[in-house]
């Protein structure tokens, strides 16, 4: 018998801890990731994540909210006891049960075994799956409020950001609120505030806030609508908005974040995201004469291309995707079949952002594939779809009557 062969690396060095206040009696534990290079296993994240959990003090003692990554339990374990909270934690508030944030419970209820712990009513049965969970569990109703130690703190359900038992916790005395992964962000930041950058380096966390909010929560983007008048609601009533990840936001910057959520979901941009496969340049050379066209039009182009010197980040086209206008896909015929490439992006483009209106532009040697992308932009329920067949030889050389035709479809939905 040999033992497995584990091309797999696992995890290992590239994580740090930030502990700070974040208001008098509120305090952020951060787990700062420069390890971790694929969110969910999905996303490219070269920028890395933090991981926040909250300590709130109270006359009786500590309140925890969330906590860190599944591996990492035992760390916040060792912080919260290093500095005296973990003895004097009385309850343990599940913000929802994603283990980027849930995989500590086992070693915190471990440490802290009569801890009661709160959350969606829904949480209580995950907590049982994920963990085996058989302590104290108090199910919180949309509304609802818990008194504990001089503090009142009320409980917002939130279903479908973006996992359907998520909670939002505000403690009103305070003026802070816990969104959980709403109004998160990506970056391995030690900086706390998104108010401790100014000028490129807040433009920066901007994106990488939009990244995330289109990766992690685009494809509940109708949910995040209906939500919308809650989430201001609340936020309008708090000095300070701590997300699960990310920097915390003063009320200002928290609801600047949710117009650009909205403005993102509505697509208000004359943005066309050009995207395209190239295996011999026959293809580019037709999507850049495009994109240069199209600029040339008012449109503001993003062009993203798969090449053989070249390999974007699907994390990111995804994020430009959120709120284009538009996409161009230029693509070659693969083994008689769409490019695999573009299919994949496409495929997870629609499912998290949905897909706007498209122009396919299929390039092609051995027979025309123009049905199979109809099908396959039927089938991913894209806005308004032309798709057009070209010669390699008609791409590199695309006619103006062509990039008139592209623009006129472009033009219809400006
Ligand atoms: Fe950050 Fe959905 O967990």
Known sequence: MSAPIDRSAGGGEGYSIVVEEVKPGVQV???????????????????????NAYVVETN?????????????????????????????VTHLIVNHMEPDHSGSIPEILSARPGLKVLGHPLAGRLLR?????????????????????????????????????????????????????????YGAYREVFLRQLSGEGRERYIKLAKKYFANVLGHYRDFLLKSLPKLREVVSKSDVVAPGHGLVLDRGDALEILSLYEKWIKRESRKILVLYASMYGFTREAATRLAKAMGEQGFEVVVYGFSDYERPLVSEVVSEAMDARGLLVAAPAYENEIYPTIRYVLDIIAHKTGC???????????????????????????GAIEVVDFKPSAASTIADPQIKRVIDFFKEAA
């Open 29 to 51: 534990y951060k787990l700062v990731d420069s390890k971790t290079r694929f969110f969910e296993s999905l996303w490219e994240i070269p920028e890395g994540i933090t991981y």
């Open 129 to 185: 799956d994920f963990y085996g969970f058989a302590g104290e569990f108090k199910p919180v109703q949309d509304g609802g409020v818990l008194e504990e130690g001089g503090l009142r703190l009320r409980f917002l359900h939130a279903p479908w950001l973006h996992w359907p038992e998520t909670i939002v916790t505000h403690v009103e005395d305070l003026g802070v609120v816990f969104p959980c992964d709403v109004l998160g962000g």
């Open 60 to 88: 009786s003692g500590f309140l925890l909210v969330d906590g860190w990554k599944r591996g990492f339990g035992g760390l916040l374990v060792e912080e919260l006891g290093k500095r005296g909270v973990l003895s004097r």
């Open 356 to 382: 706007p209106r498209i122009f396919f532009l299929h390039v092609y040697g051995w027979g025309s594939r123009v049905v199979d992308a109809r099908s396959m932009l039927g089938e991913l329920k894209c």
